[in-house]
């Protein structure tokens, strides 16, 4: 488990989306797209919003 930014492909996708999302939740989601997983596990809503693929019940 990483609690910082994991890479280059993380960063360069969070510059794509830094005016969407507050750091926090901007940072799970590129994190999210630079490592290609099926979803995100959150209820955030935010997320949930702008159709990022999440899993939470």
Known sequence: MSVAPDGDETMIEYAEI???????????????????????ITADGVIRDA???TVWD
């Open 51 to 53: 159709d990022v693929e």
């Open 18 to 40: 830094v005016d969407e999302f507050s750091i926090h939740d901007g940072l799970i989601v590129a994190s999210h797209l630079a490592q290609g997983t099926a979803a995100v």
